[in-house]
């Protein structure tokens, strides 16, 4: 019965590849994000959707293109892949109208070699 | 955002209540108090959030001062459980976003 899943757990790639993180939440909400941690442990928003609709886009890079095929799934694809890409990334789903109470999936450690 | 001054870590007996104060003076009207935590290799988890009354659920209690401009989160009876990095965050209660900052390492000792 978990909430907020990601696939892989662990993900170890080159650098110039292009790799995909699936996230699935069964809570029913409406909004999804996501949060990339680095070395340093800070914890930045990187997207938010709602209704399969990009909400927040937090000047991220556009090798990463975050996709959503309905409500429950929020999946994140990289391309070109570099070294500082490496970390851990977090999805989060909440209902709109209580945004800043997001369930956390348990995080994807990408590392780019 | 307001921005939030939290210690950098504290310790605190198991069984014994752990208070973690948070300082947020530039605090708007709008804006509330929200509480994570992150446990070591695990994703964030919503604590509990408030505007002006102290607020207690479950999991803890936050007071807020009446001016709003500090609250603490108190865990009434401390667990191994409860190791974590406890963030402060304030944010409006309308479509926006959490900014984590760099919280409160808490560690629960026996």
């Known amino acids: 019965d978990t909430a907020v899943s990601q696939t892989p757990k662990y993900l170890v790639t080159q650098m110039g590849n292009d790799k995909s993180i699936k996230c699935e939440q069964n809570l029913g909400h409406d909004t999804m994000y996501w949060y990339k941690q680095d070395s340093k442990k800070f914890l930045k928003i990187m997207f938010s959707y709602n209704n399969k609709e990009l909400i927040i886009n937090e000047t991220v890079p556009n090798r990463f293109s975050p996709k959503s095929p309905d409500k429950a799934h929020l999946n994140l694809h990289i391309n070109s892949l570099e070294l500082g890409d490496s970390a851990v990334y977090f999805c989060a789903s909440s209902q709109w109208d209580r945004f800043n109470e997001q369930y956390f999936g348990p995080g994807t450690r990408l590392t780019v070699t | 955002d307001a921005k939030t001054t939290q210690p950098t870590s504290m310790d605190c007996a198991e069984g014994r209540a752990a208070n973690l104060p948070c300082n947020h003076s530039t605090i708007s009207g709008n804006e509330y108090v929200y509480w994570y935590r992150q446990i070591h290799s695990q994703g964030p988890q919503y604590i509990i959030h408030g505007l002006k009354n102290n607020e207690t659920n479950e999991m803890a209690s936050l007071i807020i001062t009446e001016d709003r401009k500090s609250s603490t989160l108190i865990l009434p009876h401390a667990t191994l459980r409860d190791t974590a990095v406890y963030y402060c965050?304030?944010?409006?209660?309308?479509?926006?976003?959490?900014?984590f900052g760099t919280g409160t390492r808490l560690q629960v000792t026996l």
């Open positions: 965050i304030v944010s409006p209660g309308t479509a926006s976003k959490l900014t």
